[in-house]
């Protein structure tokens, strides 16, 4: 599975972004896709996951102001809205693919990131 992000830029405070993955390969097996961000410094930290049932998981400092939804079979949106200073980072893709083996066969994998800078 190979993921590719887009959708980072710059904008002011409590504007809005909207980035995109999109992924191609062996896309059947994925299980769920996420978006993380990174700061220099600072661990990676969980944006939102959305699983191939539709189930959605938010990072707390992002509830209620972003919104991970599936476009097709291939490619997941993460809508960004009240953008913070803080929301500042390298946003990255990731995708969980699991095979139908016993136990499941179980992967990760991610894109490239995509840089979002929020100024005031």
């Known amino acids: 599975v190979q993921l590719q992000a887009s959708g980072g830029g710059s904008v002011h405070e409590g504007g809005s972004l909207t980035l995109s993955c999109v992924a191609s390969?062996?896309?059947?097996?994925?299980?769920?896709v996420g978006w993380s961000r990174q700061v220099p410094g600072k661990q990676r930290e969980l944006v939102a996951t959305?699983?191939?049932?539709?189930?959605t998981v938010y990072g707390q400092s992002v509830k209620g102001r972003f919104a991970i939804s599936r476009v097709n079979a291939s490619t997941v949106s993460l809508q960004m809205n009240s953008l913070k200073l803080e929301d500042s980072a390298v946003y990255f893709c990731?995708?969980?693919?699991?095979?139908?083996?016993?136990?499941?066969?179980?992967?990760?994998?991610w894109g490239q990131g995509t840089q979002v800078t929020v100024s005031s």
């Open positions: 990731n995708a969980e693919t699991r095979l139908p083996t016993y136990p499941p066969e179980i992967h990760d994998y």
């Open positions: 390969g062996s896309i059947f097996t994925i299980n769920a």
């Open positions: 959305i699983t191939s049932r539709g189930t």
